[in-house]
């Protein structure tokens, strides 16, 4: 289910049921204290898991839009938990039995996760200070975060690492790129 099933986009605990016994059999539980715990648990949740089944019924009704939710903006704190929640499945990464395909699909997962990150961010963060302060975060909670597949993602990892205002230069002028070709190709 890991592999076919769970997208970056996806981990949201409300669209799953666990069992109790394997999530206390496998020491599963939340960062606690921040935003966007989902992230991290659900990985590993799907990484641990022997059997998946999934079920079309409806079990819950999720509604957005309340005041202080993380999907009305972010901010300094709330880009800052998301950072330690992109550290935290950046651990899972070195987890033991994972097969090449789970740390290839949990890789690009994450990468998508950071993308998401740094375009709300540059969305609602004009400061290009306020904007280090998370780059700077996502370094100190993911030190070894590399994405080694391909030479833009190998730029992208050097320049994480050794030049972050270029970085997000980087990434400010991927966002454009993305935001031109949606124009042209209506998508």
Known sequence: ???????PYECFVWRTLY????????NLHFVSGICYEDIPFTYEAYLKAGKCIRAPWLLNIYRTGRAGAITTGLDIPRACDWC???GKAWELTYMEG?????TY???ENIHKNMTALFYSMFYTMKKPSQQLIVVNM???EAPKLCFDHGRLRQLETWLFRNAPYL???FRACIAKLN????RLTGR
């Open 1 to 7: 289910m890991f592999l076919h099933d769970l997208g």
């Open 19 to 26: 069992n109790r016994d394997f999530l206390s059999s496998n």
């Open 84 to 86: 330690i929640a992109i």
């Open 98 to 102: 994972l097969s090449e395909a789970e």
């Open 105 to 107: 699909k949990l890789k």
């Open 138 to 140: 996502l370094k100190h």
């Open 167 to 169: 970085f997000l230069v």
């Open 179 to 182: 935001k031109w070709h949606r």
